[in-house]
């Protein structure tokens, strides 16, 4: 596989389940990204991790925790979600520095709070 | 705080037309900017990207057109066709973070 991959494609999940959305390059990036996609809004930074470190927690509500174990892979765990945060979530990757100005991203997780 | 203000939110034009986008913002410390083109089901992809020392940049049908000065950058889709419809988003990046800041994007539908 080339690019970036994520998986699950879909998501349907009640407040109380716990979850998690996959997210793996295939590129030889070292820095990947999370974002938030809402209609009509623009693309909301979650999380950055630069060789393998986390760089960037932009005021995120703890219910959403992160995980990077290796430069490939890159995690985004659930739990205890609210309505408001069903959207689309879009893994990106790129070069760490002055690269990060061109971003690769996954095709996204669409995720559904009940 | 929205950094990069994008409009319209939405055009609908005849095949053969020109789609026209429209950004502006205030950070002077953004260095380069960037647009994205997301197909209804994937995530999206660089198109054509633009740094402040030209106003101008062309690739095939696509231009964008940006005035450092009014701090405003445009795309321009030359000869619309139906395989441009899709959602297209700004950004800019700081120079300080490389940081991108993305507008709110704009849907294209390109009628035959």
């Known amino acids: 596989e080339t690019g970036v991959t994520q998986t699950p494609r879909h998501l349907v999940m009640g407040m109380t389940n716990k979850k998690s959305l996959k997210c793996e390059q295939h590129?030889?990036?070292?820095?990947m990204y999370w974002y938030k996609q809402s209609a009509k809004k623009p693309l909301e930074l979650m999380f950055v991790?630069?060789?393998?470190?986390?760089?960037e927690n932009n005021s995120v509500p703890s219910r959403f925790s992160p995980e990077c174990p290796n430069s490939s892979h890159l995690f985004l765990h659930l739990h205890t979600l609210q309505p408001e945060d069903s959207a689309l979530y879009l893994c990106a990757s790129s070069q760490a520095g002055s690269g990060a100005n061109v971003l690769t991203f996954g095709a996204g997780s669409r995720l559904t709070v009940l | 705080q929205q950094q990069v203000k994008q409009s319209p939110q939405s055009l609908i034009v005849q095949k053969g037309g020109i789609s026209i986008i429209n950004c502006a913002y205030e950070n002077t410390a953004f260095d380069y900017f960037p647009w994205y083109q997301q197909f209804p089901g994937k995530g999206p992809a660089l198109l054509i990207a633009?740094?402040?020392?030209?106003s101008e940049k062309k690739e095939g049908r696509f231009t964008i057109s940006f005035n450092k000065s009014a701090k405003q950058f445009s795309l321009h889709i030359m000869d619309s066709q139906p395989g441009d419809s899709a959602t297209y988003f700004c950004a800019a990046r700081d120079e300080n973070d490389y940081k991108l800041s993305f507008g709110a994007g704009t849907t294209v539908t390109v009628r035959a």
């Open positions: 991790y630069s060789l393998e470190e986390r760089v």
């Open positions: 590129l030889g990036h070292n820095a």
């Open positions: 633009i740094r402040p020392d030209v």
